[in-house]
């Protein structure tokens, strides 16, 4: 069960960029859209994906895990990011760390598994918006075309120089998610704002100075 409680007294790393984020959608005229998703519970999980528990677990998360590289499963408020040949993310609602592990755990049962909660590491940004692509390009080196990096697609990749894990979500117009460290959070929103620029977003604390 979620913690509610322990979620609502935190602070999100980027709760100080909340408004200027927010003001993007509307100065660039829904071009771009910035905002932070905070609190997602992380799990990296590492276990052989042709045993007999990758199935299990999948089946206990109500997902299968990606088994081909640079791809994501999702299935209501969780997904599973591909991280390699036995690893992966599993991504969830806040508070839900304990519930996910112990359905993993249980699903696995005697065989090896490995899972740490690596929630507190890293925030998420959510990049949407029909210019979200270009804005991304200004700082990645990898081809955002669609049919290159389409929905349902994720890399370990470098924004601003900085490391991200990117994922092209699969909804309709629902953009994309940058997972980065929480210590570089504030750098890369910031670097993202800058970018917005060239899409009409202004810095709404510069006007009122």
């Known amino acids: 069960m979620a913690d509610t409680a322990l979620t609502a007294r935190r602070r999100s790393p980027l709760a100080a960029a909340a408004d200027r984020m927010a003001a993007t ?3 660039s005229g829904g071009a771009v859209r910035l905002a932070e998703v905070p609190f997602l519970t992380q799990l990296n ?13 999948g089946l206990a998360l109500g997902l299968q895990l990606p088994l081909e590289p640079g791809t994501v499963v999702r299935a209501g408020d969780r997904a599973a990011v591909w ?14 760390q304990r519930d996910l592990e112990n359905r993993i755990r249980s699903a696995a049962g005697d065989e090896h598994v490995s899972v740490t909660d690596v ?8 990049v ?27 890399a370990q990749t470098t924004l601003a120089r900085t490391h991200v894990l990117l994922v092209a979500r699969d909804e309709p117009g629902a953009g994309f998610w940058v997972l980065v460290r929480s210590s570089f959070a504030g750098y890369l929103a910031d670097w ?18």
Do not use: I, M, N
Request: charged share 20%.
């Open 128 to 154: 949407g918006g029909p210019r979200a692509r270009d804005l991304l390009s200004h700082g990645c080196p990898l081809d955002l075309h669609p049919r290159a990096f389409g929905p349902g697609r994720s």
């Open 45 to 57: 999980l590492r276990l052989d994906a042709k045993s007999p528990a990758a199935f299990a677990v």
């Open 83 to 96: 991280l390699g040949p036995d690893e992966w993310l599993v991504v969830g609602g806040p508070g839900t």
């Open 25 to 27: 959608t509307r100065s």
């Open 192 to 209: 993202l704002l800058d970018a917005a620029v060239e899409y009409g977003w202004s810095d709404p604390a510069r006007r009122q100075g």
């Open 119 to 126: 929630s507190a590491q890293r925030t998420t940004l959510l």
